[in-house]
């Protein structure tokens, strides 16, 4: 029994056969479902329900490239390090889960998959929507979020990205060429598309149309690239700022400046895109 106990403080939790989950972030997420089973959601919205569940993660390391592992493409789950974008996904599948009712880890593994992979079925490392405006694009057509961007006052954004086609060295999967392709496919498809972005020098004229929960996407002015970072929107004292797993604390936080202040200070960041999560 001792050595079964040991095995389980050090190996992953493996369910499917292709989800991997260690045991600390089990535990975690645990907690948090039992959090949330104990409180009446009956009137939260949505948008209120992610800046809670969000906040609840404040201080947890930035970790990156949890999901890049070794062999076939696997649901990771991890709660005890995150980067923006898995931040951001944990944060989104906890809040829809529970808007459902149904808090469990079975039903936090399903809606994670849908969330993350393309057409919502993890195949392979190319189904997984790698790309942060092909993210925003299918999770609408799955009716999860709409991109609000262009009705509250955003303009054309050329969305061109190829960084992954033309920098395969920094991807150890894509030296599986049928990878590589299905990724130029992707890029393709995403450059067809018409998207908009609001320009940060005019984030402060349109905050007022943006809302705590809402989804932030940062734009950039590196042509091969889409977006850089992603965060949930947070109205402090009258001003939106960005709720974010950063680099700067190596933590999740809330930006100490508003978010037109924040972008202000990246030459790099252009702008953002805004979603909006569906009851």
Same mark, same amino acid.
């Given at each position: ?26 535990? =975690? ?8 089973? @104990? ?20 201080? &947890?390391?930035?970790?990156?490239? &949890? ?43 399903? $809606? ?65 060429? $049928? ?7 992707? $890029?393709?498809?995403?450059?067809? =598309? ?7 020098? *005019?984030?402060?004229?349109? *905050? ?26 947070? $109205?402090?004292?009258? @001003? ?40």
């Amino acid at each position: 029994m001792r050595l079964l106990a040991f095995l389980l403080l050090i190996l992953p939790f493996s369910l499917w056969g292709q989800t991997v989950c260690s045991l600390e972030s089990r535990q =975690r997420l645990e907690l948090a479902l039992d959090a949330l089973s @104990r409180q009446d959601l009956s009137g939260k919205s949505i948008q209120v329900l992610t800046v809670e569940i969000g906040e609840s993660f404040l201080g &947890t390391p930035y970790v990156e490239k &949890t999901l890049e592992l070794p062999g076939d493409e696997k649901l990771v789950i991890n709660l005890t390090g995150l980067d923006c974008t898995t931040y951001l996904e944990t944060v989104v599948t906890l809040a829809r889960i529970a808007k459902s009712g149904n808090l469990t880890f079975e039903a936090f593994e399903q $809606e994670l998959e849908r969330l993350r992979y393309q057409e919502g079925i993890r195949i392979d490392y190319s189904s997984r929507l790698h790309y942060f405006s092909d993210w925003i694009f299918q999770n609408q057509q799955k009716g999860i979020l709409k991109d609000i961007t262009e009705e509250i006052g955003g303009s054309l954004y050329p969305n061109q990205p190829t960084f992954m086609s033309e920098n395969p060295k920094f991807y150890h999967q894509l030296s599986n060429l $049928e990878f590589l392709e299905a990724i130029k496919t992707d $890029e393709a498809e995403i450059a067809k =598309r018409t998207y908009h972005f609001i320009p940060k020098a *005019e984030i402060e004229t349109f *905050e007022k149309n943006i809302h705590s929960g809402d989804l932030i996407a940062i734009t950039t002015s590196i042509k091969n690239l889409d977006i850089v970072h992603v965060g949930f929107a947070v $109205e402090q004292e009258g @001003r939106i700022h960005l709720m974010h797993a950063g680099t700067g604390n190596m933590q999740v936080e809330i930006s100490e400046k508003p978010l037109s202040d924040y972008l202000a200070g990246n030459k790099s960041q252009s702008g953002i895109m805004v979603c909006r999560l569906l009851e």
